[in-house]
């Protein structure tokens, strides 16, 4: 019985999963940028500081620079750990390699399987650090969405159960019933990556060259905003 | 090359060995196995790797079929571009370089000759050429199908010279064959006749003998050749229906001519 | 912009996804893998539909055209301009529609250069690249009307009614033309629809279409927009129709008794239904309706018929073309979901265009300025932070974008998960052989003899193995059809579940599976490694048992047969060399059929081929 849903969920459950995040982020991709352009178009502002937009963007990607901030050091050491394990893991697992070269013919370099491994279990463990720093903290439990809870929570899901589908040993249940997990959590996990805040994997760019650009207003917007605010009593 | 070629197929001669059906594959290029048929597949075996197929019968009945090359071709007459042409010689032959693919001509054929490649992103209409090319060369002297029979079930000459071997084998074995060469008159003539035992009307989409042997592309050219006058009719009625109108308008505003009761009849409605 | 528009824009939004699926495995996989059609129905939904009902749909450009301005009814002009918007959109659909079903679409413009005036197909061609041509000349003055080109615009304007003339004469040609395309198939086309008059009854509902199109159009348009349709124009526009369709069905039906084919329609048959059905709704119903004054006068009234005739006439399209053919090919044909997806996408596509330029330029005074206004009050709405990126950016425009981007996106990914990316290959069952003399398989030949007795005793009682090379554990001489039971498609013979259920359950894994790495078929334990003795008889062709799938009966069968036969052919000893010969196994098994086989076999000039 388990066999046909596996079997579903390594086709055509996958096949969907991977096609949504792939279109539903290129959508986001191109709607911000028309956003962005729109804004500027609205704003009429022509001059557009590229390079010092470029460059702030690196400086937040690269970690030291984040690392380096004063307030939280643990819980910002926490995130780091955490995100080079969500990417390494999936990424250049052996196993998921296998399945790539089998599907596509496409194939990369690996971890070795212990690294894998024990990169897994860091990962679960930073994330429940980082649950557990959002919980301690109360300003960040104050801004705390539901979707900041339940991201985690799910993140958790598949590593887990990928430790133990690459060693039944340890796990207490069926394995192919931990395997189905794996892989419909996965592919939950990917089909919400557009719709979610983890569509930060490729607006990450948004919010700084925003920053940077965005708020250049023309002579006059303040007189547009008290318009549109319904003040037009009020001085701006 | 003989100017009229044609191939007369003995139904009673035919034992199925498909000698044909090996050597047409062999000449004409086509995998020896034909791909997984698609559904809705034609009935007779003919397909786009199968160009003459041994359509069996009830009866232990063998019927070869191909490409009928008509007279005045359906397919021919057809096709929007003209990548289906009948030679000078006879046979109808095809260009892929010319076709775009519509598929009128499977539409048109009333025997369901043309076949597509449905599973090509650069698909063709294929069907037997009579091996027109390695006949024209002199290569050949004989369609490869009509080498290979063993049992001279399907002959090849001019088509008079297989018309009158035709009606004499009927006359030498009346009881044999039933008086019918099919394929002499149908829908204006085939390049490809039939004796036989049984009534072969199943050849054909439906039987040819209620379409009264007119030749299929008359009824579209019946229709075609009045375009021109079409045009210009209507372009003129047009014209003229408006210069009558538009003077009368005219003269009404000028008050020349007093205007209708009701202006117009669809007033009630309103 | 209303909530009704979103809405709708939404939903087209949506099947144009579903649309843009199927177009990239339609371009990739070709016309196998998105459609049913077959050789029998070369022509199916994409024919009927998109170009013969496409063109007729959009005849409503030609017909208000004559009503407008060369009958001067001032009254209509409110139409001329949608009508002809739709006309050139329905003609420019019919073009894409074209390039879907065109198996060499990159040829399209073959027309232009290679003639053959003979055929209709060459002719509808030319008059629809004529036309698009005129209506773009007819519609342009739309787009420059609030533009600089005030020069172009006059003379454009000026020629508006020999342009006007020019498109109803070519639309004569070609929407008569479009009857002509089906003269030729008098052995295709069912008596009901057949007549020798086809031409004539294809321009005259394609009339009557037009008519009830623009009804149609200006009151969905009018709901959309929530603005009062044109009461007066529409009850106009319902007794021309009401006129039209009376013509057409008086014309229909003393044809039908002309040729004496009327007694078809009442007998009990799938067409005689089906014209019916047609012709209630296209004709019938609506002229019953559209009769009725009081329906005339009221917009549900005059929209319900005009709907019905809509449908009716598409369906007459569909029938000539497809469904009133199935009775000749016997083959039943109903339209894949890619087919629908395709065919609706583009109708949703273009659609959407309609709207967008109703939108932006002066198609309708009203609706135009209407948007106008909306959108300069956009532009005072209170600007929202983006719920993703945490930016402010946007005004509420970007909120329909959104939803729009996302449906479309959606589909898109549905479709690309739905479609079938294999061409549709007919699954046929192999029978079993009964009495081990005779196997029967289908398609081409019917049946394939196969005299077990005498394989038996040619290749000897002990080494049954060589044809049945594998056994169930149990059995002996497991019949072939176990294992390769589709003729053509590979059958799965591994039963994963069973093996864990006998092996212990998941402790056994490791038995076939590595200890590192993947569990993966590929990488899995072969099954000869378990079942060397108690499955494994090796034989020529199968030497051992490695496979989960087992081929398809024709190419298992071909290569153990043939592989044997030719052997024996080339053998003088055994002196048979038509063995080696289709027609030794492909072959009928009426008693007729036996005597032929020993002639054949008798026949000194057989050849062995290949």
């Not at chain 2, 698609?38 to 079929?65: C, E, M, Q, Y």
């Not at chain 3, 402010?392 to 549905?414: E, P, Q």
């Not at chain 3, 994963?496 to 056994?508: I, K, P, Y």
């Not at chain 3, 024996?568 to 072959?587: M, Q, S, Y």
């Amino acid at each position: 019985m388990l066999e046909h849903w596996i079997a579903l969920a390594r086709g055509p459950f996958l096949r969907l999963a991977l096609l949504a995040m792939a279109l539903g982020l290129l959508r986001q991709v191109a709607l911000q940028v028309w956003e962005i352009s729109w804004a500027f178009h609205r704003a009429g502002d022509q001059v557009v500081p590229w390079g010092l937009a470029i460059r702030r963007n690196l400086e937040w990607l690269l970690p030291w620079r984040y690392l380096q901030r004063r307030e939280r050091r643990a819980y910002n050491f926490t995130s780091f750990v955490f995100h080079v394990g969500v990417i390494a893991v999936p990424v250049f697992f052996a196993g998921h390699v296998a399945i790539w070269r089998q599907e596509s013919g496409i194939g990369w370099w690996t971890l070795p399987p212990a690294v894998a491994d024990w990169l897994s279990v860091l990962t679960v463990a930073a994330l429940v650090g980082l649950l557990a720093g959002r919980a301690a903290n109360a300003s960040s439990r104050g801004l705390s969405r539901f979707e900041d809870w339940a991201l985690p929570v799910l993140c958790i899901v598949p590593f887990v159960t990928g430790l133990w589908t690459a060693h039944p040993l340890w796990s207490p249940f069926d394995a192919q019933a931990v395997y189905l997990v794996h892989l419909l959590s996965a592919e939950l996990l990917l089909i919400l990556v557009p719709f979610s805040k983890l569509v930060h994997m490729v607006l990450f760019w948004v919010s700084q060259t925003s920053t940077e650009l965005g708020w250049r207003f023309p002579p006059g917007s303040g007189e547009r905003v008290r318009l549109s605010l319904g003040k037009q009593s009020e001085g701006v | 090359m003989i100017t009229d070629p044609c191939i007369l197929n003995d139904v009673t001669r035919c034992i199925g060995c498909e000698e044909c059906v090996a050597a047409c594959k062999k000449i004409n290029g086509l995998p020896a196995e034909d791909p997984p048929p698609r559904v809705g597949h034609s009935k007779d075996g003919l397909s786009a790797t199968r160009w003459t197929s041994i359509f069996r019968r009830p009866g232990g009945v063998n019927v070869r079929k191909q490409c009928r090359h008509c007279l005045e071709p359906a397919c021919v007459s057809v096709c929007p571009v003209g990548a289906l042409q009948k030679t000078p010689e006879g046979p109808v032959i095809y260009d892929k370089s010319v076709c775009m693919g519509c598929r009128y001509c499977m539409m048109a054929c009333p025997y369901g000759i043309p076949h597509y490649e449905w599973s090509s992103v650069n698909p063709s209409i294929r069907k037997c050429i009579l091996c027109h090319e390695k006949l024209k060369s002199g290569e050949i002297d004989r369609p490869a199908c009509v080498t290979a029979c063993p049992k001279e079930a399907t002959l090849f000459g001019s088509r008079e010279a297989m018309l009158a071997e035709a009606r004499r084998r009927i006359e030498a074995q009346p009881g044999k064959y039933l008086p019918h060469i099919w394929g002499e008159h149908e829908f204006g003539g085939t390049s490809v006749l039939y004796i036989s035992n049984v009534d072969l009307s199943f050849l054909a989409w439906e039987d040819p003998e209620a379409f009264e042997n007119e030749p299929l592309p008359e009824r579209t050219w019946n229709a075609l050749r009045k375009v021109p006058y079409e045009f210009l009719g209507m372009g003129a009625f047009m014209t003229a229906a408006w210069w009558i109108i538009d003077r009368r308008m005219r003269l009404e505003r000028e008050g020349t001519v007093p205007p209708p009761s009701s202006e117009e009849k669809g007033g009630t409605d309103e | 912009m209303t909530r009704r528009v979103q809405i709708t824009k939404g939903i087209l939004w949506f099947i144009t996804g579903l649309a843009a699926a199927v177009t990239i495995v339609r371009f990739t996989r070709g016309l196998g893998a998105t459609t049913v059609l077959s050789d029998t129905t070369p022509w199916g939904l994409w024919v009927g539909f998109d170009v013969m009902g496409g063109v007729a749909l959009a005849a409503g450009g030609f017909v208000i055209g004559a009503i407008a301005h060369v009958f001067r009814r001032e009254r209509y002009h409110h139409a001329v301009r949608p009508a002809i918007l739709t006309a050139l959109l329905g003609y420019a659909a019919v073009a894409v529609g074209l390039l879907y079903d065109l198996g060499l679409p990159w040829n399209i413009w073959h027309p232009i250069v290679f003639w053959n005036p003979r055929s209709p197909l060459f002719e509808v061609a030319w008059c629809v690249m004529l036309y698009l041509t005129v209506l773009f000349l007819e519609f342009l003055p739309v787009f420059l009307e609030r533009t600089r080109f005030k020069g172009l615009y006059r003379t454009l304007l000026k020629a508006q009614l020999p342009l006007i003339i020019l498109g109803i004469s070519i639309s004569t040609l070609h929407q008569s033309s479009l009857g002509t395309l089906l003269l030729i198939m008098p052995f295709r086309l069912h008596p009901l629809w057949y007549t020798p008059h086809l031409p004539e009854l294809f321009f005259v509902s394609a009339i009557c279409l037009g008519l009830v199109m623009v009804i149609f159009e200006s009151s969905v348009t009018a709901w959309l927009y929530e603005r009062r349709p044109h009461t007066a124009m529409l009850s106009g526009l319902a007794r021309f129709a009401a006129g039209a369709i009376a013509f057409y069905l008086a014309f229909r039906f003393f044809d039908l008794w002309h040729r004496g084919n009327l007694h078809l329609a009442f007998e009990n048959t799938f067409e005689a239904r089906l014209f019916w059905v047609e012709i209630a709704m296209s004709a019938l119903i609506p002229l019953v309706l559209f009769l009725v004054p009081r329906v005339r006068r009221s917009h549900t009234g005059v929209f319900v018929a005009a709907a019905l005739g809509v449908m009716g006439f598409l369906l007459n399209r569909i029938d000539a073309s497809g469904l009133a053919q199935v009775w000749a090919t016997g083959t039943d044909y109903f339209p894949a979901w890619t087919e629908f997806a395709v065919s609706f996408g583009i109708v949703s596509f273009f659609a959407l265009i309609y709207l967008f330029i109703q939108e932006h330029f002066p198609v309708e005074k009203e609706i135009v300025d209407e948007e106008e206004k909306w959108r300069q009050r956009q532009l005072f709405v209170l600007p929202r932070f983006d719920r993703l990126s945490q930016v402010w950016l946007g005004d509420r425009t970007f909120a329909s974008r959104r939803v729009y981007s996302l449906l479309f996106v959606v589909a898109l990914v549905l479709g690309l998960t739905l479609t079938p990316w294999q061409p549709l290959v007919e699954a046929s069952p192999v029978q079993r052989a009964r009495g081990g003399e005779v196997l029967r398989v289908g398609f081409p030949l019917g049946t394939v003899q196969f005299p077990h007795a005498e394989h038996v005793e040619r290749i000897g009682k002990d080494r049954c193995g060589v044809c049945h090379h594998l056994h169930r554990p149990g059995d002996v001489g497991t019949p072939c059809t176990e294992c390769h039971a589709d003729l053509y498609l590979p059958t799965r013979i591994f039963d994963h579940v069973a093996h864990v259920r006998v092996l212990d359950g998941n402790r056994s894994c490791a038995r076939c599976h590595p200890a590192e790495g993947p569990r993966e078929a590929a990488t899995a334990a072969k099954c000869s490694a378990c079942h060397e003795k108690d499955m494994m008889a090796a034989n020529e062709v199968v030497t051992r048992f490695e496979r989960t799938d087992a081929p398809g009966y024709r190419e298992s069968a071909h290569a153990l047969c043939i592989a044997c036969h030719r052997k024996e052919a080339e053998n003088p000893d055994v002196g048979k060399p038509d063995l080696f010969r289709c027609a030794t196994c492909h072959r009928g098994v009426e008693p007729h059929g036996e005597a032929v086989l020993e002639a054949s076999l008798a026949t000194a000039e057989c050849t062995p081929h290949r």
